[in-house]
C-alpha cells in the first residue's frame, strides 16, 4: 500500500516498479486539492472525545456493576451484554430517526454521542473490577471514604493498565469509523477521513492512487498507537478479560 501509494495512476495495478516511477503527485494532490487536514482534524476530534468520555462512563458503570449492590444490578448486565448481537446496520434507521428528532443531525454532537456507548467497554471493566480484593473497599469504608471517593481515589489509578488498553482500542474503533459517519453527516467540513477516502471512487471509476495515497496516511497514526500500546493491550486482555 506505501509503495502504491507513490505510483502514478498508470502503474496502480502493475506489479513491478521502479524509483524513477516513484511520484509524490498522489501525496500532495491530496493535502492540497481537497480539505485533507480538515479531516484529519474532524477524525481526531471525534475519536479523542468519545474516547475520553467512554472511558469516564464506562469505568463508572463496570464499577457500579462489580463492586455495588443494587436491585437489578445482574438484569442491567444482561442488558447491556446483549447488544452485543445488535450490530450498527441493524439499528441505523432508528438511531437516524432519533438523532435527526434531537436536531443533532450534520454535527459534532450527532457524531460522538451515538459512539459513546459500548457493552464492550463495560464488560471488560467489570471483569476487571471484579478480582480486586474487598478489603481495599472495606478498608477506605472504616475510614469514612465514599463509594465515590473509592471510585477516584482507589479504583481509578489502579484502572490504568485496562483503561489504557481500552484507550487504545476505542480510539481506533472511531478512527476508523465509515458508516454512522457517512449517515450522519452531510457537509463536507464534518466528513471524517474514512468519507473522504470513499469520495475519491466514482460510479464506474475509481482515482485508486489518491484512494491509496490517503488511506497510507490515515494508517500511519493507527501504526504508531499499536506499536506504541501493544504491550498495554494483550496484557490487560490477557489478565482481566478472561477472569
Do not use: C
Amino acid at each position: 500500500m506505501f509503495v502504491t501509494a507513490f505510483k502514478p495512476q498508470s502503474d496502480v495495478f502493475s506489479l513491478g516498479v521502479t524509483p524513477s516511477h516513484l511520484t509524490f503527485a498522489n501525496l500532495v494532490y491530496v493535502f492540497t486539492q481537497v480539505d485533507f487536514l480538515r479531516f484529519l482534524f474532524n477524525t481526531f476530534f471525534v475519536s479523542a472525545t468519545v474516547t475520553v468520555v467512554a472511558l469516564l462512563l464506562h469505568s463508572m458503570a463496570g464499577y457500579a456493576l462489580a463492586r455495588l449492590r443494587f436491585p437489578g444490578r445482574e438484569v442491567i448486565f444482561l442488558g447491556m451484554f446483549s447488544t452485543f448481537l445488535i450490530s450498527l446496520p441493524v439499528i441505523i434507521v432508528p438511531l437516524f430517526i432519533l438523532v435527526k428528532s434531537l436536531g443533532l443531525l450534520d454535527s459534532y454532537a450527532g457524531l460522538i454521542i451515538p459512539s459513546i456507548f459500548n457493552a464492550f467497554g463495560i464488560f471488560l471493566l467489570r471483569q476487571f473490577y471484579l478480582s480486586f480484593p474487598r478489603e481495599l473497599e472495606e478498608a477506605a469504608l472504616m475510614d469514612g471514604a465514599s463509594f465515590w471517593r473509592i471510585y477516584t481515589s482507589i479504583i481509578l489509578p489502579l484502572s490504568r493498565p485496562i483503561l489504557a488498553a481500552l484507550a487504545i482500542l476505542f480510539f481506533l474503533a472511531n478512527w476508523n469509523s465509515f458508516l454512522w459517519p457517512l449517515t450522519v453527516t452531510s457537509s463536507k467540513n464534518l466528513w471524517v477521513v474514512q468519507v473522504a477516502i470513499v469520495s475519491f471512487q466514482g460510479q464506474y471509476s475509481g482515482s485508486w492512487n489518491y484512494v491509496v495515497a490517503a488511506s497510507s496516511v490515515v494508517t500511519i497514526p493507527t501504526m504508531v498507537l499499536f506499536l506504541l500500546f501493544q504491550r498495554s493491550i494483550t496484557e490487560s486482555i490477557k489478565t482481566s478479560g478472561l477472569k
